[in-house]
């Protein structure tokens, strides 16, 4: 079984900041690419950042220079610093992660259970 657990969502004003957190545990061979999604009330869910196992980022155009995304790969862990929030930026946020279970097994993606971020203006 392999759990990916998120954590630091919440309610901030507009302008402030916020740093998303996301841990994956259990049988894990191989932790490759990770990254945040985010899925606002209507909207499709969409890619705001992801980051390889070798540090190669990539943002959407609507968070570059705001978001920053690194890894702790010792620690199977992903982080997502959030600056100059937005309201347009209020949205569920899901941490993926392309994962390995053992040496025979293909990888495939594995999320979290969602944190809700709310930015106020």
């Known amino acids: 079984q392999v759990q990916l657990v998120e954590s630091g969502g919440g309610l901030v004003q507009a302008g402030g900041s916020l740093r998303l957190s996301c841990a994956a545990s259990g049988s894990i061979f191989s932790l490759n690419a990770m990254g945040w999604y985010r899925q606002a009330p209507g909207q499709q869910r969409e890619l705001v950042a992801s980051?390889?196992?070798?540090?190669?980022?990539n943002y959407a155009d609507s968070v570059k220079g705001r978001f920053s995304i690194s890894r702790h790969n010792a620690l199977n862990t992903v982080y997502l610093q959030m600056n100059s929030l937005k309201p347009e930026d209020t949205a569920v946020y899901y941490c993926?992660?392309?994962?390995?279970?053992?040496?025979?097994?293909?990888?495939?993606?594995?999320w979290g259970q969602g944190t809700q971020v709310t930015v106020s203006s």
């Open positions: 980051i390889t196992s070798g540090g190669y980022t």
């Open positions: 993926n992660a392309n994962i390995s279970v053992t040496t025979l097994t293909a990888q495939r993606p594995y």
